[in-house]
């Protein structure tokens, strides 16, 4: 129904929010560590969407999906998961800073351990 009522259109980053559902988001605290739910970011699926998308005339990013593109998303959001959950060795839902250094490489992209940590504390609360 999420992509019926779109079709013609194609999936907007807000129905592509919908469609990803929650997140699960851990902070940590003294006494350990406080589980909660967020919606997926919507900045993060507008910029999927660019990403996966094919801009239209006069448009510099694509503004939605195709079916064809939103399943290579879909596609690549799951690989993206297994090699996250593949790196988070305690499987505790949140990943060190060597961690994280395996993931990206396992991605082809190689850093420095300062990069690294630069990648972490901009999404670490």
């Known amino acids: 129904a999420?992509?019926?009522?779109?079709?013609?259109s194609g999936v907007s980053a807000t129905a592509l929010?919908?469609?990803l559902g929650?997140?699960?988001v851990i902070y940590r605290v003294v006494n350990g560590a406080v589980v909660t739910l967020r919606p997926f970011s919507?900045?993060?699926?507008?910029?999927?969407v660019a990403k996966f998308g094919t801009p239209g005339p006069g448009?510099?990013?694509?503004q939605a999906l195709a079916w064809?593109?939103?399943?290579?998303l879909v596609q690549y959001v799951r690989e993206a998961f297994a090699r996250y959950s593949a790196c988070d060795v305690s499987k505790g839902g949140s990943v060190t800073a060597q961690e994280l250094a395996a993931a990206l490489a396992a991605c082809g992209l190689v850093l420095s351990s300062e990069a690294v940590n630069n990648i972490r504390s901009s999404y670490d609360a």
């Open 42 to 48: 919507l900045q993060t699926c507008k910029r999927l």
């Open 59 to 62: 448009q510099a990013c694509a």
């Open 68 to 72: 064809e593109e939103m399943l290579r």
């Open 2 to 8: 999420l992509f019926a009522a779109q079709a013609a």
């Open 22 to 24: 929650q997140v699960r």
């Open 17 to 19: 929010q919908e469609f």
